[in-house]
């Protein structure tokens, strides 16, 4: 008996002994190395262990099987496998549960300011376009409206202080603000811009008006009416002095002032390859101020459908009709019905090359027998060349057909053209030059105007928010009426503030 018991003992000490070293050994092997699914999936689970099968005894490898209930849940059961054996000896009951991964949420973007100045970005790699990058304008938040104001304040000398033939030199006073508005919307898009220039001349002539004052307003709403179709919506109001030599001008002291007043409205299709456009508009002129400013008051009324090949490339061709009507306030026999065609292209090369020429034919013909029509060659574009970020080029062209009040005269017609260089030395400094000329002929009658513009910009932002300017101007007037040439030089300098 006490043989029997010694033996009992023996056997019972090896037998805990072993499975304390088995119990040892499976915890120190109870590494992490993958997520596995519950256990339930025979199917993921046959090729789990095929995978771990070829990588050996010992499961250094990631496994992971999807349990199906899981899965819909976007979740991952984790268990630990027991190191060196295989799969297939692994019950459901030795795998052990280590918990559930959670995908990670993202914080949410922080919500925009809704007033106050926005954070000024920096310019890597855009087209500084010969402008300053220190004092870049910012804006002014409002709301999901941002606002971009400017003031120039300068003071110089001109060797022509009344704009004509045998005016004197004398000194400048010009004050010139701007606005910008533009939108913050997610589809629709708005902008509306705010210039005006006042220039006064203390040692003006006496009896003459001794100011100029000239300005712009222009808006723009772009609304999406469908996944193919925009709306556009354009308004302005120019007020632009005309020049005191010009044929028009009765030869007073006081300036004439040319208003006008334009507006259209304009939906676009775009209908894969072609994009139509059909847009009608009004063109209204008023002249005020002077002795006399003659019966030149006129509207012009048009509609215009357009044809653009989206070639959805640098280059796209377009073609246009248009069809208008001219109507002078006092009813006389100017009054005309008339045609356009133009075609062109437009530039679509970003920063490097964007914009739009194009050329055609227009033709007013006027109801009295006696006037000529009135008719010429359009040229029309503006565009934008970048050879390298500090550098842009510009170059515009304009066909402007206007009234006339002179005897004989259907009208005039006006071509213009300008080149402009702008180079950024730093970040702090810029410069820009520009040359021009515009051809004014008049049908009906043998007059013609030619003009001659050029002037030079220097640069300098000294913080944040201003910047100090000089600027030179160059303006030369040669008309084949007697007694009507005259050129002048202006030097300014002085301060632009913008936000």
């Known amino acids: 008996m006490i ?20 119990d040892s050994r499976t915890s120190d092997s109870n590494v992490l190395r993958g997520s596995l699914a519950a256990a339930g999936d025979d199917s993921r689970s046959a090729s789990a262990r095929t995978g771990a099968s070829s990588a050996g005894d010992d499961l250094s490898d990631d496994l992971s099987l999807d349990d199906p209930a899981d899965g819909a849940q976007g979740t991952t059961s984790q268990v630990a496998v027991p190191r060196g054996r295989p799969v297939a000896a692994v019950t459901s009951e030795q795998r052990i549960p280590v918990g559930r991964v959670r995908p990670v949420q993202p914080l949410a973007p922080a919500e925009p300011l809704t007033t106050g100045s926005v954070p000024r970005k920096r310019n890597d790699g855009a087209t500084l376009a010969g402008d300053t990058e220190r004092d870049a304008p910012r804006g002014i938040r409002l709301g999901n409206v941002l606002l971009y104001p400017e003031l120039t304040v300068r003071a110089g000398a001109t060797t022509n202080v009344s704009g004509a033939a045998g005016g004197e030199s004398g000194g400048l006073v010009r004050l010139a603000p701007s606005l910008r508005v533009t939108s913050d919307w997610d589809r629709h898009a708005l902008e509306v811009n705010l210039r005006g220039s006042f220039t006064g001349y203390p040692d003006a002539p006496a009896g003459s008006d001794g100011n100029d ?4 307003a222009s808006g723009l709403l772009r609304l999406e009416a469908g996944e193919v179709t925009t709306v556009e919506v354009n308004g302005g109001y120019a007020l632009t002095p005309e020049s005191r030599s010009n044929a028009e001008s009765t030869g007073g002291s006081d300036r004439t002032y040319q208003h006008g007043l334009t507006g259209s409205l304009g939906v676009t299709r775009d209908a894969g390859l072609v994009a139509v456009t059909l847009r009608g508009g009004i063109d209204g002129t008023i002249y005020t101020g002077g002795d006399e400013v003659g019966n030149r008051d006129n509207m012009v009324a048009s509609g215009t459908l357009r044809l653009a090949y989206n070639l959805r490339a640098t280059v796209s061709p377009f073609a246009e009709a248009t069809v208008l009507g001219r109507f002078y306030q006092d009813g006389t026999e100017r009054n ?66 206007e009234a006339s009040s002179l005897t004989g005269a259907s009208g005039s017609l006006i071509h213009s053209g300008e080149i402009s ?37 220097a640069t300098y932002a000294i913080s944040d928010t201003a910047a100090l300017q000089a600027q030179y101007s160059y303006e030369r007037v040669d008309s084949s009426l007697s007694g009507q040439d005259y050129d002048s030089h202006t030097i300014e300098a002085g301060v632009r503030f913008r936000r």
Request: proline content about 2%; aromatic content about 8%; glycine content about 12%.
């Open 3 to 22: 043989r029997t018991a010694l033996v009992l003992c023996v056997l019972a000490s090896a037998t805990a002994a072993a499975a304390q070293t088995r």
């Open 336 to 401: 005309a019905k008339g045609y356009a065609v133009r075609s062109g292209v437009v530039f679509n090369g970003g920063p490097k090359l964007s914009g739009e020429i194009g050329v055609g034919w227009r033709s007013e013909d006027l109801d009295g027998d006696q006037y000529k029509n009135l008719q010429g060659v359009l040229v029309d574009g503006d565009l934008t060349w970048s050879p390298s970020r500090l550098t842009s080029v510009r170059l515009s062209a304009s066909t402007a057909f």
């Open 213 to 216: 004052v000239s300005g712009t």
């Open 421 to 457: 260089v702008a180079h950024s030395l730093t970040t702090d400094v810029a410069v820009a030059v520009s040359g021009g000329a515009s051809y004014r002929s008049y049908q009906g009658i043998d007059l013609t105007e030619l003009t001659y513009t050029g002037g030079a910009t």
